[in-house]
């Protein structure tokens, strides 16, 4: 748990201090695309790096910790986590943490929908699928699932955006809210956040669904093979009740234990989704910070992310214990 | 044994399994009584139809691939190949009950024995919780399983093997069904577990009168300690009926004579155990003829030609084959 932590953080340290155009560069250049930007577009000479005085440039590298052996830096980063301190944006000069939590519910909140969203579908549509085993609506419902796996899920934004965005309009093209929200009663808020929520939730679980469903009809019907449902048929329960007693709850739980593994990925979010639909996430800000050279975003989405992942994983575990008898901690 | 109409008339049962577009008669038309009160073996080897016979009784075969396509099962003045699933529902566990060969996976995991136990009085004799709790306990406890009312809220992997066998001796017996289908009930277990659970049987099957079991096995020493009747089955078809003494002491069919030399004595020790020639066929290459005229010492040119039928040589001494009379 721990070790996982410390491995994956010092990993993507490490690369962040290896890829060329680290943050000083970064800065330096649009220092001096700026300056030139202000003399009239005149000759974008980038020589205007050097007018930057040398100690300017020691005292950036020392306040970003870029002075010290990595080994050192890495756990002085580390040190000032344990204070909860994610060290600032090289971009947007703000604390990590603040653009993190202002970010993180939006991304949270479509991807936790999603992933209800996907459970409740996929859970009762993956039982009738065993249930009906070989028959149309047991093909026909395969081919829909396979079909939203096989499309990205921001290509199925995009073209749920043209379809029912731009040309039917029945919903808005993208962002969180609408820009009137303020404005809005308690009831039209309520409509607004459903209109803007629903199709990038459609973008986010289509492509979990296959696999969940084809999980959940796998696994009801390898138990409905299994000796204890005929012992269940021997004793004379009804045919309803050995299926959805005796035969769901075992299939349950690889469901149950998946669910904790899912929760962490689905709570990071989905740059691509989110830049579809013109969401200010998680994602788009792991995305963008990586692409500046951010790197104290970069580690602090990275400490997020890792967190709750390990997290789910926990929480798997702990499901299993819930559902599985045979399981216990020790 | 008892001169009452039988308790069970299976007559003339088929059933065939459909296996990729080929079909498997697993049963080729059997019929047999079981009397009240007697314990009726069937022995026979891997492939010969015992198992899918009993669970035909209680109309348990998995459908596809498996069908019952002819025959009557009488019960009660019924057939229970006619009854409605829901009537056919409330037979299974209450009349008729049934323990499997696989102790270790017939419990399901993830109940606690409480609510496995239980389940068939909730259901056919709608107790209460707390009296059905009672009887658990009563039941429990009278198969053997110490201290049986702490040990309801455990699960199954909680117990051995020879105690899960236990637990599924007292599913069966909660609702005290007129017959007990036992279906290698002790193949899986040690040997000294498997006395215990067959006296067991025995002691269990006393305390209800008239009550009867069906025991299918391959064990010839199991059903030698446990069976008034025998029926010797191969290839889908009964090839000999007798009680315990017909059986043993005077084998007619060869495949009898066959399957009681197999079995290790004191005094063949040191020689070489006797092997019945060949292997069963797969079910889809049985001979025309006579079943076992693929591997029969005795074989004759009418064997192959000509099926046998189900002939009584002696009184409740039945045997499918030609020379019956000749060879014994």
């Given at each position: 748990?721990?070790?996982?932590?410390?491995?994956?953080?010092?990993?993507?340290?490490?690369?962040?201090?290896?890829?060329?155009?680290?943050?000083?560069?970064?800065?330096?250049?649009?220092?001096?695309?700026?300056?030139?930007?202000?003399?009239?577009g005149g000759g974008g000479s980038a020589e205007s790096s050097v007018d930057l005085p040398p100690g300017a440039l020691d005292s950036l590298k020392e306040h970003y910790h870029l002075d010290k052996p990595m080994i050192h830096a890495y756990f002085l980063w580390l040190g000032d986590l344990l204070t909860l301190d994610l060290g600032k944006s090289f971009k947007y000069n703000i604390p990590v943490l603040e653009l993190i939590t202002k970010r993180f519910p939006v991304s949270m909140y479509f991807g936790l929908i999603g992933f209800a969203l996907a459970y409740s579908v996929?859970?009762?549509?993956?039982v009738a699928k065993a249930i009906r085993h070989g028959s149309h609506f047991d093909f026909g419902s395969s081919f829909l699932v396979f079909l939203g796996y096989s499309i990205p899920g921001w290509a199925l934004g995009l073209l749920l955006l043209l379809l029912f965005g731009a040309e039917l309009?029945?919903?808005?093209?993208?962002?969180?809210?609408?820009?009137?929200?303020?404005?809005?009663?308690?009831?039209?808020?309520?409509?607004?956040?459903?209109?803007?929520?629903?199709?990038?939730?459609?973008?986010?679980?289509?492509?979990?669904?296959?696999?969940?469903?084809?999980?959940?009809?796998?696994?009801?019907?390898?138990?409905l093979g299994q000796d204890y449902i005929r012992t269940a048929f021997a004793k004379g329960v009804p045919s309803r009740r050995v299926i959805f007693s005796h035969a769901?709850?075992?299939?349950?739980?690889?469901?149950?234990?998946?669910?904790?593994?899912?929760?962490?990925?689905?709570?990071?979010?989905?740059?691509?989704?989110?830049?579809?639909?013109?969401?200010?996430?998680?994602?788009?800000?792991?995305?963008?910070?990586?692409?500046?050279?951010?790197?104290?975003?970069?580690?602090g989405i990275l400490v997020i992310n890792t967190g709750l992942i390990l997290l789910g994983n926990i929480l798997s575990d702990v499901l299993y214990v819930l559902v599985d008898p045979r399981i216990r901690f020790s | 044994m008892t001169q009452n109409k039988p308790l069970l008339e299976v007559r003339n049962l088929h059933t065939e399994f459909h296996v990729e577009k080929r079909i498997a008669k697993a049963v080729g038309g059997v019929s047999f009584d079981l009397n009240a009160g007697e314990v009726l073996g069937i022995v026979g080897e891997s492939g010969s139809g015992k198992s899918v016979t009993s669970l035909s009784i209680l109309r348990l075969i998995p459908d596809p691939p498996g069908k019952i396509t002819e025959?009557?099962?009488?019960?009660?003045?019924?057939?229970?190949?006619?009854l409605s699933y829901e009537q056919m529902r409330e037979i299974r566990g209450r009349e008729i009950a049934m323990i499997f060969q696989e102790p270790m996976t017939s419990l399901n995991p993830v109940f606690t024995i409480e609510k496995q136990v239980t389940e068939p009085v909730l259901l056919h004799e709608k107790l209460n919780r707390k009296d059905a709790i009672e009887r658990a306990v009563e039941v429990l406890s009278a198969v053997g399983i110490p201290d049986a009312r702490r040990r309801l809220k455990?699960?199954?992997?909680?117990?051995?093997?020879?105690?899960?066998?236990?637990?599924?001796?007292?599913?069966?017996?909660?609702?005290r069904p007129a017959i007990l289908i036992a279906d290698e009930p002790t193949t899986a277990l040690d040997v000294t577990i498997q006395a215990?659970?067959?006296?067991?049987?025995?002691?269990?099957?006393?305390?209800?009168?008239?009550?009867?079991?069906?025991?299918?096995?391959?064990?010839?020493?199991?059903?030698?300690?446990?069976?008034?009747?025998?029926?010797?089955?191969?290839?889908?078809?009964?090839?000999?009926?007798?009680?315990?003494?017909?059986?043993f002491g005077n084998p007619l069919h060869p495949y009898t004579r066959g399957l009681l030399a197999s079995i290790p004595r004191e005094e063949n020790k040191g020689k070489k155990l006797y092997a019945i020639p060949g292997n069963v066929p797969s079910i889809f290459d049985f001979p025309s003829g006579c079943k076992f005229?693929?591997?029969?010492?005795?074989?004759?040119?009418?064997?192959?030609?000509?099926?046998p039928e189900l002939r009584e040589l002696a009184k409740g001494h039945l045997v499918r084959c030609h020379f019956a009379e000749e060879l014994s």
């Open positions: 748990m721990i070790p996982t932590f410390l491995g994956i953080t010092l990993l993507v340290f490490t690369i962040t201090r290896f890829v060329p155009g680290g943050p000083i560069d970064r800065l330096m250049m649009e220092m001096s695309m700026s300056g030139s930007g202000e003399a009239g996929c859970v009762p549509l993956g309009e029945w919903f808005p093209l993208g962002g969180f809210r609408s820009s009137s929200w303020e404005q809005l009663s308690f009831f039209g808020r309520i409509g607004d956040q459903i209109e803007h929520t629903f199709l990038p939730v459609i973008a986010y679980a289509a492509g979990s669904f296959a696999s969940l469903t084809i999980l959940m009809k796998n696994s009801l019907m390898e138990n769901l709850r075992n299939s349950l739980i690889p469901i149950c234990t998946g669910l904790g593994h899912a929760i962490g990925i689905v709570m990071a979010g989905s740059y691509l989704i989110e830049k579809v639909f013109n969401i200010d996430g998680i994602g788009y800000l792991g995305f963008t910070s990586i692409m500046d050279r951010d790197y104290a975003v970069v580690m | 025959g009557e099962i009488l019960y009660g003045g019924r057939d229970l190949l006619k455990d699960y199954p992997h909680q117990f051995s093997g020879g105690m899960r066998q236990r637990v599924m001796i007292a599913m069966a017996l909660i609702c215990q659970i067959l006296e067991l049987m025995q002691k269990l099957q006393g305390e209800r009168e008239g009550s009867s079991i069906l025991l299918i096995t391959h064990d010839l020493s199991v059903i030698a300690e446990m069976c008034d009747r025998v029926i010797v089955m191969y290839g889908g078809l009964i090839q000999e009926i007798g009680t315990i003494r017909d059986l005229c693929s591997r029969c010492e005795h074989v004759q040119d009418r064997c192959r030609e000509e099926a």
